[in-house]
T-cell receptor, first 114, second 112 residues
């Protein structure tokens, strides 16, 4: 069974640009969550999608947005990039949004903003 | 709002020695608790979790954690560590649904 896939694995952008990251969940999983990992702030929850609807949202500015498609694949977008957006972005999928279902994490996309 | 504190940023230990990684949480409502492990250049993997029932939970690779409601703690322990246990360990809390609040992590360094 294939795991969670994130593309691209590495990305370099400059300030002011926008970026789109992609996450393909494990087959059959309908919930996708996104997290930002930085040395200073640690792991922080961005948002969760289930059945194409955003179910939960973290404390991030509106520059961070996401969506989920009918096949459960998810994308997150960051507009007007800032240096502080440099981070490892992790995606996790689970069967549903119940905590009884384990979240499986992908390897992450490392974004560097210059 | 919930928060998680992992007081030890790094824990050095010799192989075959016991280890305890500390985790304390803060929440005004009932919580669910998790430990995740992150090996170098890899994503997070669930180590163990407490949702309800027995307060002592175990993983398949010898780790265990005990939920202590009165002390708001969920410390992770292993009686004898291996070199392969070298990784970063994250404690997390949730009040429901797939929204986890993570601690800052503890780097476990096992040396021969």
């Amino acid at each position: 069974k294939a795991g969670v896939t994130q593309t691209p694995r590495y990305l370099i952008k400059t300030r002011g640009q926008q970026v789109t990251l992609s996450c393909s969940p494990i087959s059959g999983h309908r919930s996708v969550s996104w997290y930002q990992q930085t040395p200073g702030q640690g792991l922080q929850f961005l948002f969760e999608y289930f059945s194409e609807t955003q179910r939960n949202k973290g404390n991030f500015p509106g520059r961070f947005s996401g969506r989920q498609f009918s096949n459960s694949r998810s994308e997150m977008n960051v507009s007007t990039l800032e240096l502080g957006d440099s981070a490892l972005y992790l995606c996790a999928s689970s069967l549903s949004h119940s905590l009884l279902d384990e979240q499986f994490f992908g390897p992450g996309t490392r974004l560097t903003v210059l | 709002a919930q928060s998680v504190t992992q007081l030890d940023s790094q824990v050095p230990v010799f192989e075959e020695a016991p280890v305890e990684l500390r985790c304390n949480y803060s929440s005004s409502v009932s919580v669910y608790l998790f430990w995740y492990v992150q090996y170098p250049n890899q994503g997070l993997q669930l180590l163990l979790k407490y949702l309800s029932g027995s307060t002592l939970v175990e993983s398949i690779n010898g780790f265990e954690a005990e939920f202590n409601k009165s002390q708001t703690s969920f410390h992770l322990r292993k009686p004898s560590v291996h070199i392969s246990d070298t990784a970063e360990y994250f404690c997390a809390v949730s009040t429901g649904f797939q929204k986890l609040v993570f601690g800052t992590g503890t780097r476990l360094l096992v040396s021969p």
